[in-house]
């Protein structure tokens, strides 16, 4: 199996609703905000190479939203979907599979593009399989009002119409606690977290003798590692800090590696039990596995 890092730039996302209840004397001292109070985030996806499959998780905003979007979330940095794909010697109609760990705007955006007339929607990866699941999609295309800002039709609906659609197999119901799926595809499995919005799927990759575990909105960053530093966005808080306590005690005991989408400096990390409860060990790029 091959891992190939498919940054796709940079965003902004306001600095408290990106900490919570932590106050900004805390965290602008890892995260100095611009004048709006908006600190930079990655969008860092991953793509999977495993025998005649090439997985993409994630891919970042795309380029579909008007003007007042991108003002709003100023994308910017050199990396594209298509340079970084390049970079690993693939090209888009390569993509045989675009696992989607949510359907927030800033996970799936790169999805659906406009066709070259400028008057409907397309896929962007004609070659693929879009994976979901049945609950999160039921979420994302009924959203509540604190959501719905950032599960945007025009991301969601038109995969659904291009018949490229297929939900992973959470068997029973998505809700329950720490629910694993083992070998959604080979040496990749799932793990349902409820914190974030519902449903969330986080991967579980073994490669090289290790597990790395792509981490999403389940962990932003590596400032994100101490228990109470959750983001405003969740619905549920109090799960994520739950969520996040197993898979980092886990990661502890297993020397897992986990893989940051959103920190804009920091690829992967290690984490260590301290007398204080986890906290990180060391931080290195992909490539140095
Ligand atoms: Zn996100």
Same mark, same amino acid.
């Given at each position: 199996?091959?891992?190939?890092?498919?940054?796709?730039?940079?965003?902004?996302?306001?600095? !408290?609703?990106?900490?919570?209840?932590?106050?900004?004397?805390?965290? #602008?001292?890892?995260?100095?905000?611009?004048?709006?109070?908006?600190?930079?985030?990655?969008?860092?996806?991953?793509? *999977?190479?495993?025998?005649?499959?090439?997985?993409?998780?994630?891919?970042?905003?795309?380029?579909?939203?008007?003007?007042?979007?991108?003002?709003?979330?100023?994308?910017? !940095?050199?990396?594209?979907?298509?340079?970084?794909?390049?970079?690993?010697?693939?090209?888009?109609?390569?993509?045989?599979?675009?696992?989607?760990?949510?359907?927030?705007?800033?996970?799936?955006?790169?999805?659906?593009?406009?066709?070259?007339?400028?008057? !409907?929607?397309?896929?962007?990866?004609?070659?693929?399989?879009?994976? #979901?699941?049945?609950?999160?999609?039921?979420?994302?295309?009924?959203?509540?009002?604190?959501?719905?800002?950032?599960?945007?039709?025009?991301?969601?609906?038109?995969?659904?119409?291009? !018949?490229?659609?297929?939900?992973?197999?959470?068997?029973?119901?998505?809700?329950?606690?720490?629910?694993?799926?083992?070998?959604?595809?080979?040496?990749?499995?799932?793990?349902? *977290?409820?914190?974030?919005?519902?449903?969330?799927?986080?991967?579980?990759?073994?490669?090289?003798?290790?597990?790395?575990?792509?981490?999403?909105?389940?962990?932003?960053?590596?400032?994100?590692?101490?228990?109470?530093?959750?983001?405003?966005?969740?619905?549920?808080?109090?799960?994520?800090?739950?969520?996040?306590?197993?898979?980092?005690?886990?990661?502890?005991?297993?020397?897992?590696?986990?893989?940051?989408?959103?920190?804009?400096?920091?690829?992967?990390?290690?984490?260590?039990?301290?007398?204080?409860?986890?906290?990180?060990?060391?931080?290195?790029?992909?490539?140095?596995?």
């Amino acid at each position: 199996m091959e891992l190939h890092v498919i940054d796709t730039g940079y965003f902004k996302l306001d600095g !408290g609703a990106m900490f919570g209840v932590v106050p900004k004397s805390l965290w #602008s001292r890892h995260h100095p905000p611009d004048e709006r109070n908006l600190c930079t985030w990655a969008m860092r996806c991953l793509l *999977v190479v495993s025998g005649n499959r090439r997985i993409l998780i994630d891919n970042g905003l795309g380029d579909k939203q008007e003007a007042a979007f991108f003002a709003h979330y100023q994308p910017h !940095g050199d990396a594209t979907l298509d340079g970084s794909l390049k970079a690993a010697g693939f090209h888009r109609d390569d993509i045989t599979d675009v696992f989607l760990t949510h359907l927030h705007f800033d996970h799936c955006g790169g999805s659906i593009r406009w066709n070259s007339a400028r008057d !409907g929607f397309e896929p962007a990866f004609r070659n693929a399989t879009y994976w #979901s699941n049945e609950h999160h999609w039921q979420w994302a295309t009924k959203p509540n009002p604190r959501e719905r800002a950032s599960f945007l039709s025009d991301n969601i609906l038109p995969i659904r119409e291009s !018949g490229q659609l297929r939900f992973v197999d959470v068997g029973r119901r998505s809700a329950e606690e720490n629910l694993f799926i083992p070998e959604v595809f080979p040496g990749f499995g799932v793990l349902l *977290v409820n914190g974030h919005t519902d449903a969330m799927m986080i991967p579980f990759i073994e490669h090289k003798g290790r597990t790395l575990i792509y981490m999403a909105d389940l962990l932003p960053s590596v400032h994100h590692i101490p228990l109470p530093w959750v983001m405003a966005y969740d619905t549920r808080p109090l799960l994520t800090l739950q969520e996040k306590s197993d898979v980092l005690e886990l990661a502890a005991r297993q020397d897992h590696v986990l893989f940051f989408e959103h920190d804009a400096t920091h690829q992967c990390c290690t984490v260590q039990e301290t007398g204080k409860g986890v906290r990180l060990k060391e931080t290195f790029p992909l490539s140095a596995l």
